[in-house]
């Protein structure tokens, strides 16, 4: 396995409990497949965030995204970490970038989507990534119906390989029923 990739991953091991120190986000996307769903069939290093209450108002959750990073960001200063902080004009601050030693771990927030179909559950790395990774983790991941109900939006938009590549280890573990169709159509508004 490419050394840079498993440095970053190590990485993303210690970024994560710092960013994920309550329940304010929740992992999605192909880090959520590769490392905790999956046994690390590719390479992912980054930390999708899903913002899971929908309850809020845009502007209050947009406030909460925001003071989550910073407070994520400040976290992984007082522990040596070299942080970043992005801020986009019509969000504010929903993207940070995590340096140490030469290696990058981007952490993002999805500002547009927020909440999830189903309930979020706290996840451990699956025993290959643990074991690969030496790392011991147990973070807030969305639901496999969630997960892949955004990876089939992404597979349908961009057509990146990675994207098609998680879609088509999707169909051949399940069959395709109303679950996946609801989730597909949420994730598509």
Do not use: C
Not at 41 to 48: N, Q
Request: aromatic share 8%; proline share 4%; net charge negative.
């Amino acid at each position: 396995m490419n050394q840079t990739y498993l440095d970053t991953a190590r990485l993303l091991t210690q970024v994560a409990p710092l960013v994920f120190v309550d329940d304010t986000f929740a992992l999605k996307g192909g880090t959520a497949i590769n490392l905790f769903i999956r046994d690390m069939p590719r390479l992912s290093v980054d930390l999708d965030l899903v913002f899971p209450d929908h309850s809020l108002p845009r502007d209050e959750a947009l406030a909460r995204i925001n003071e989550a990073i910073r407070q994520s960001a400040e976290r992984l200063k007082t522990r040596g970490f070299q942080t970043h902080v992005l801020a986009t004009v019509d969000a504010g601050e929903t993207k940070l970038l995590v340096r140490r030693a030469g290696i990058e771990v981007k952490v993002e927030v999805n500002f547009v989507m927020r909440g999830t179909v189903y309930p979020v559950r706290s996840m451990a790395l699956t025993p290959m990534a643990r074991d690969t990774l030496l790392a011991d983790l147990e973070i807030p991941v969305v639901s496999l119906e969630d997960v892949y109900g955004g990876k089939l939006v992404a597979a349908m938009d961009r057509q990146h390989p990675r994207d098609l590549f998680d879609v088509m280890q999707l169909f051949g573990d399940y069959a395709l029923d109303k679950t996946w169709t609801r989730n597909y159509a949420r994730h598509h508004d």
